[in-house]
């Protein structure tokens, strides 16, 4: 069953203005990682965050974790065109050698 | 450098066809995946090697062989395509087995559409 859903499924903003992604999933886990994915392209991984952290920072990405609410949240300020992209949520509920589990994305535009 | 590629980066063949697709990754990483992504964008891991063992399969039917001739290589190869392969097939890697903490490495996708 998939394990991270993420909210909203597409979201349109101008450029300028924060963009806020959820992500919830389902069993328990080590750590949940957010990426990034150009139309036509791999991903590219923008930040990890573990079940015992709640708050993480990376330049302008601020990512949150509720393991209580078993939810994510992925902000993103001031965005730039650039930003405009899928972003996916993956979450490794046991070793890495398990490999991710993915959730459906967000397609973020950023309208100039 | 690339870090993690992969070839071909389309792929376009018959129904009932066998096809490969090559991932090479020059991280001196231990672990390498396979995913795919469906029409939905919906990203399933399929398979990861460690050291030349396979560590997991994903429900995946055995038409799908990953194949490793050496650490920084890991080959997808798929006997009789069926019309429901058409993907989008991710190759990945990662440092450390059995680490939580580590990042993966996505290769830049091959795009397989079978007619």
């Known amino acids: 069953s998939q394990q991270g859903e993420e909210d909203p499924q597409a979201l349109s903003i101008q450029e300028g203005e924060n963009a806020t992604m959820n992500c919830s999933y389902k069993t328990s886990i080590n750590n949940l990682q957010w990426y990034r994915q150009n139309s036509g392209r791999g991903l590219v991984h923008l930040i990890l965050i573990r079940s015992n952290e709640r708050e993480k920072h990376s330049g302008r990405l601020r990512v949150t974790l509720d393991t209580s609410k078993k939810s994510s949240s992925l902000l993103i300020t001031a965005s730039r065109a650039a930003d405009t992209a899928s972003y996916f949520c993956?979450?490794?509920?046991?070793?890495?050698?398990?490999?991710?589990?993915f959730g459906k994305g967000t397609h973020l535009i950023i309208q100039p | 450098d690339t870090a993690v590629s992969q070839t071909p980066k389309y792929l376009v063949t018959q129904m009932g066809n066998d096809k490969s697709i090559k991932c090479e990754q020059n991280l001196g990483h231990d672990t390498m995946y396979w995913y795919k992504q469906d029409s939905k964008k919906f990203l399933k891991i399929m398979f990861s090697?460690?050291?030349?063992?396979?560590?997991i399969n994903e429900t995946v039917p055995n038409r799908f062989s990953p194949k490793s001739p050496d650490k920084a290589h890991l080959n997808l190869h798929i006997n009789s395509l069926e019309l429901g392969d058409s993907a989008v097939y991710f190759c990945a890697s990662s440092l450390i087995r059995d680490s939580p903490w580590e990042t993966q490495y996505f290769g830049p996708g091959t795009r397989l559409l079978v007619l």
């Open positions: 993956a979450t490794d509920g046991g070793g890495g050698a398990d490999g991710l589990t």
């Open positions: 090697y460690n050291n030349k063992e396979l560590i």
